[in-house]
């Protein structure tokens, strides 16, 4: 998976390589040079994400350069002197006056990565939204028959549930597709403001899809304001732009409960997309997981990476109250502790671990309201996978030790794995592998 460019071109060696290595961390592919002169192995500006500019050396960027950079990137100028946010207007020109410290720099670049994102550019296939239950074919129909109109769209979902997924998922299988897609968080007040003041951006996103986050996080005179600067006149006259809303809760709530403006809700009449929290779909969770596995490993330069049987109950059982984010969390750090190629319990947070009891099986709710025998029957198999799967990780997938602990015969004990698809071998401690970091030796990891 290709990782999004940055460059950065500063005069000063030391504040180059910082925030080289800054933007590094964050997950960018940077290149860097001295001076503004021509450099043949820069990236292009339309696939540039974020640059750093030194407008105080001996060869600064002049005005029509940083527009040309400006259009397409998000640009963050360093200077001693007082500077506005110049002829791109202070949406794409950030400035961060010298001297520098690493800790502002870093704070700066986490804005720009998390909080501040250009518009997107869409792949021929879009991005996915991943699932194989019956709930998420409901959720891709609702998609695309989203993405066959012109009409608002309501995207409802819990946090981490993927919203912004999914309206990227409409853009990119729209007959929009070839514009701009931009994105809004309406919980930040800065960008609302920016929005709102900035007629320039409104144009950019002509013919393409704004996708505005949190609604109900923003005041609700801003809200008035908001259908003003993006009613239908407003996106009309500059130029015909789509707009998608994320939410937590439906709209006609979300109205009922103070939250949002019926003026709103009236003003931008469209379908809705609803996305189940992973807790109701607990079927897809092997399927994200072993794709985040895949993803962090390839983004990384890592070796494959396999998830246990024993990790992947656990996974299967936790509630995911932050749902598909906090999954990609979870995995992120099993890849990160996990000692070779394989990920086991140990590795997976400490509030997923805590939630397997030792010894007593999770029952979900609503066990009542099934008859016995079947109720009986889904606790009993989901207590002895979980025994199973924390036996041979005790014992290092070996059977025969893992019977005679257990007081079974080794012939029991492997029909039981056979049942529940255990193999010993995702038990088994693998060769310890020393993981360097990019550019590092193994010694240096240490």
Same mark, same amino acid.
């Given at each position: 998976?290709?990782?999004?460019?940055?460059?950065?071109?500063?005069?000063?060696?030391?504040?180059?390589?910082?925030?080289?290595?800054?933007?590094?961390?964050?997950?960018?592919?940077?290149?860097?040079?001295?001076?503004?002169?021509?450099?043949?192995?820069?990236?292009?500006?339309?696939?540039?994400?974020?640059?750093?500019?030194?407008?105080?050396?001996?060869?600064?960027?002049?005005?029509?350069?940083?527009?040309?950079?400006?259009?397409?990137?998000?640009?963050?100028?360093?200077?001693?002197?007082?500077?506005?946010?110049?002829?791109?207007?202070?949406?794409?020109?950030?400035?961060?006056?010298?001297?520098?410290?690493?800790?502002?720099? *870093? !704070?700066? @670049?986490?804005?720009? =990565?998390?909080?501040?994102?250009?518009? +997107?550019?869409?792949? $021929?296939?879009?991005? &996915?939204?991943?699932?194989?239950?019956?709930?998420?074919?409901?959720?891709?129909?609702?998609?695309?028959?989203?993405?066959?109109?012109?009409?608002?769209?309501?995207?409802?979902?819990?946090?981490?549930?993927?919203?912004?997924?999914?309206?990227?998922?409409?853009?990119?299988?729209?007959?929009?597709?070839?514009?701009?897609?931009?994105?809004?968080?309406?919980?930040?007040?800065?960008?609302?403001?920016?929005?709102?003041?900035?007629?320039?951006?409104?144009?950019?996103?002509?013919?393409?899809?704004?996708?505005?986050?949190?609604?109900?996080?923003?005041?609700?005179?801003?809200?008035?304001?908001?259908?003003?600067?993006?009613?239908?006149? *407003? !996106?009309? @006259?500059?130029?015909? =732009?789509?707009?998608?809303?994320?939410? +937590?809760?439906?709209? $006609?709530?979300?109205? &009922?409960?103070?939250?949002?403006?019926?003026?709103?809700?009236?003003?931008?009449?469209?379908?809705?997309?609803?996305?189940?929290?992973?807790?109701?779909?607990?079927?897809?969770?092997?399927?994200?997981?072993?794709?985040?596995?895949?993803?962090?490993?390839?983004?990384?330069?890592?070796?494959?990476?396999?998830?246990?049987?024993?990790?992947?109950?656990?996974?299967?059982?936790?509630?995911?109250?932050?749902?598909?984010?906090?999954?990609?969390?979870?995995?992120?750090?099993?890849?990160?502790?996990?000692?070779?190629?394989?990920?086991?319990?140990?590795?997976?947070?400490?509030?997923?671990?805590?939630?397997?009891?030792?010894?007593?099986?999770?029952?979900? @709710?609503?066990?009542?309201?099934?008859?016995?025998?079947?109720?009986?029957?889904?606790?009993?198999?989901?207590?002895?996978?979980?025994?199973?799967?924390?036996?041979?990780?005790?014992?290092?997938?070996?059977?025969?030790?893992?019977?005679?602990?257990?007081?079974?015969?080794?012939?029991?004990?492997?029909?039981?794995?056979?049942?529940?698809?255990?193999?010993?071998?995702?038990?088994?401690?693998?060769?310890?592998?020393?993981?360097?970091?990019?550019?590092?030796?193994?010694?240096?990891?240490?």
């Amino acid at each position: 998976m290709k990782r999004p460019a940055a460059l950065v071109v500063v005069r000063d060696p030391d504040v180059r390589a910082l925030a080289v290595q800054v933007l590094e961390e964050q997950g960018f592919e940077v290149a860097s040079a001295d001076s503004a002169g021509a450099k043949s192995d820069w990236p292009r500006a339309a696939d540039v994400l974020v640059a750093l500019i030194d407008l105080d050396g001996p060869q600064p960027p002049g005005p029509g350069w940083l527009l040309h950079l400006g259009g397409a990137s998000r640009v963050v100028a360093l200077t001693e002197a007082e500077l506005p946010g110049g002829p791109m207007g202070p949406r794409s020109l950030d400035v961060l006056r010298k001297p520098i410290d690493r800790e502002r720099l *870093a !704070r700066l @670049a986490r804005q720009v =990565i998390g909080d501040v994102r250009p518009p +997107a550019r869409s792949r $021929a296939d879009g991005p &996915q939204v991943e699932g194989q239950s019956q709930a998420m074919q409901q959720v891709r129909a609702q998609i695309g028959a989203a993405s066959r109109t012109a009409d608002p769209v309501w995207i409802v979902g819990e946090p981490g549930t993927g919203r912004r997924a999914a309206a990227e998922r409409i853009h990119a299988i729209s007959s929009r597709r070839e514009a701009v897609f931009d994105a809004v968080d309406c919980a930040d007040a800065r960008e609302v403001e920016l929005l709102l003041s900035d007629e320039g951006r409104l144009r950019q996103v002509a013919r393409g899809t704004l996708y505005l986050a949190n609604l109900t996080e923003l005041r609700l005179d801003r809200q008035h304001d908001l259908v003003q600067g993006i009613g239908p006149h *407003a !996106r009309e @006259a500059a130029g015909g =732009i789509r707009v998608l809303f994320g939410l +937590a809760i439906d709209p $006609a709530r979300a109205v &009922q409960d103070g939250r949002l403006l019926e003026e709103v809700r009236q003003s931008f009449v469209g379908p809705s997309v609803h996305l189940p929290p992973l807790r109701e779909r607990r079927e897809d969770v092997a399927l994200l997981a072993a794709s985040f596995v895949n993803e962090i490993c390839e983004m990384n330069h890592l070796p494959p990476i396999r998830i246990s049987s024993s990790a992947l109950s656990l996974l299967e059982e936790y509630a995911w109250p932050g749902n598909v984010e906090e999954l990609r969390g979870a995995i992120e750090q099993a890849v990160i502790v996990s000692s070779d190629e394989l990920i086991r319990p140990g590795d997976l947070p400490e509030p997923i671990r805590e939630a397997a009891v030792p010894g007593r099986p999770r029952i979900p @709710a609503g066990m009542s309201a099934r008859p016995f025998r079947e109720a009986k029957r889904d606790v009993v198999n989901a207590f002895e996978k979980v025994y199973l799967g924390e036996l041979l990780e005790q014992h290092r997938g070996n059977v025969t030790t893992a019977a005679q602990h257990a007081g079974m015969l080794r012939s029991a004990l492997q029909r039981l794995l056979r049942k529940y698809r255990l193999k010993s071998v995702d038990f088994r401690r693998a060769k310890r592998v020393t993981r360097a970091s990019p550019g590092k030796s193994a010694d240096d990891s240490r």
